[in-house]
């Protein structure tokens, strides 16, 4: 199959959808990659490094779309390249089409096959290709708000793990999911007193098993959140209801609970955010205050370090695109249940019930293609 990946024209996108080392692997089953050049250079991955493993480079974004029979990209199509997806165009990415309304008509238009990351599903529900990403906010959660927590940044001034003869920082965890549990993992490392509240008794009972003895676990409540808030300094949202707006577990009112220079990073920001003071900032302005309270809500955190996220990402995608190439999307997603839960929009028809729900458009059952 002929492959290719465009360089993310999306502001400040510096992920790449394939490394070296993925398109070697796609280069060994007998497939030619178009890579366009300085594609890989946000993530650290020079030109050269592509050519050396026998992908091709193009100059230009027109000339990738214009070969390429799948494209495999990062982010979902901006304005700029809806003209340049063909009919009947594998496109393998991020789309998050029930948010986007003039994409899905782009799409739809395109006549194209558009397959998303975010809906590739695996027998337990869980995501594989948004694991990642929640992984490296977690971690990323606690790097944020250890800093924002420096008095010069106007937090508290404290230091997360404290020194000897000098308790440790209080850190609080809203939802022990992905986010949650690599939260913990680098709170507690770095020496903090932390507490993860789930509304998930068996999920309570996994994190209490396997969690080092400076994670406590706690039943989430309005409560217990009144509480914690009091005497904590880092408090991180990492809820998510599926297919729902994020509650607001922490409201305007509770602020002035809170001690002055707490920091609150809402990784949820995405799905609306958990505290209802929190609206979607950028890694050029990541901050403010509210009541003397510092708001951290970066809503795509993985950016800010593309080559970790960039690797995490191909680390998960490059199985299922090695599959589509090796295949064809119909063989591939025939036999796997995994990727055909990733088929959104086929040849002008979308076959994802939710994006047809979304915005009221003709659903077609996916068995009339596969
Ligand atoms: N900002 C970013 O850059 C970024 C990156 C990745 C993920 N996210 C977002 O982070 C959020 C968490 O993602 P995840 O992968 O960890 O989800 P997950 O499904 O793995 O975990 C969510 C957890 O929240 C718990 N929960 C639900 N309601 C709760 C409540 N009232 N109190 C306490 N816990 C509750 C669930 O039981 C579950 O354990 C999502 O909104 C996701 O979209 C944001």
Do not use: W
């Given at each position: 199959m002929i492959i290719g990946v465009p360089k993310e024209i999306k502001n400040n996108e510096n992920r790449v959808a394939l490394t070296p080392a993925g398109v070697k692997e796609l280069k060994k089953e007998g497939h030619q990659v178009y890579v366009q050049a300085t594609a890989g250079e946000g993530s650290g991955f020079a030109d050269a490094e592509y050519v050396s493993v026998g992908a091709e480079l193009l100059p230009t974004i027109e000339d990738v779309y214009a070969k390429a029979e799948m494209i495999i990209k990062v982010k979902e199509p901006i304005e700029a390249e809806y003209k340049l997806i063909k009919e009947d165009q594998l496109v393998f990415t991020y789309f998050h089409?029930?948010?986007?309304?003039?994409?899905?008509?782009?799409?739809?238009?395109?006549?194209?096959?558009?397959?998303?990351?975010?809906?590739?599903?695996?027998?337990?529900?869980?995501?594989?290709?948004?694991?990642?990403?929640?992984?490296?906010?977690?971690?990323?959660?606690?790097?944020?708000?250890?800093?924002?927590?420096?008095?010069?940044?106007?937090?508290?001034?404290?230091?997360?793990?404290?020194?000897?003869?000098?308790?440790?920082?209080?850190?609080?965890?809203?939802?022990?999911?992905?986010?949650?549990?690599?939260?913990?993992k680098m709170a507690a490392g770095l020496g903090a007193?932390?507490?993860?509240?789930?509304?998930?008794?068996?999920?309570?009972?996994?994190?209490?098993?396997?969690?080092?003895?400076?994670?406590?676990?706690?039943?989430?409540?309005?409560?217990?959140?009144?509480?914690?808030?009091?005497?904590?300094?880092?408090?991180?949202?990492?809820?998510?209801?599926?297919g729902a707006k994020a509650p607001k577990l922490i409201t305007r009112d509770m602020l002035k609970d809170m001690r002055e220079g707490t920091v609150l990073v809402d990784v949820a920001v995405d799905q609306g955010g958990c505290f209802e003071t929190t609206k979607p900032t950028t890694h050029q302005d990541p901050v403010y205050i509210i009541d003397d309270v510092v708001h951290y809500s970066v809503a795509n955190m993985p950016g800010a370090v593309p080559y970790t996220s960039t690797l995490a990402l191909t680390n998960a995608t490059l199985p299922y695109a090695i599959q589509l190439a090796n295949k064809g999307w119909e063989k591939a997603c025939k036999e796997n249940n995994e990727l055909k839960l990733g088929l959104n929009v086929i040849k002008g028809e979308v076959v994802y019930k939710a994006v047809s729900d979304a915005f009221d458009l003709p659903y077609t059952p996916l068995d009339k293609f596969i």
């Open positions: 089409f029930a948010s986007h309304e003039p994409l899905t008509r782009a799409m739809i238009d395109s006549k194209s096959v558009c397959l998303a990351y975010e809906t590739v599903e695996k027998a337990d529900r869980s995501l594989p290709l948004l694991v990642p990403m929640s992984e490296v906010a977690g971690r990323m959660s606690i790097q944020q708000g250890a800093k924002y927590l420096e008095k010069p940044l106007k937090g508290r001034g404290i230091l997360l793990g404290g020194v000897p003869g000098v308790r440790p920082a209080k850190v609080m965890i809203l939802g022990g999911g992905v986010v949650g549990t690599e939260a913990a007193d932390v507490t993860i509240l789930d509304l998930s008794l068996p999920r309570l009972r996994y994190l209490d098993d396997v969690m080092p003895a400076n994670v406590k676990t706690l039943m989430s409540s309005e409560y217990n959140i009144r509480e914690m808030i009091k005497d904590h300094d880092l408090i991180i949202g990492a809820v998510l209801i599926p």
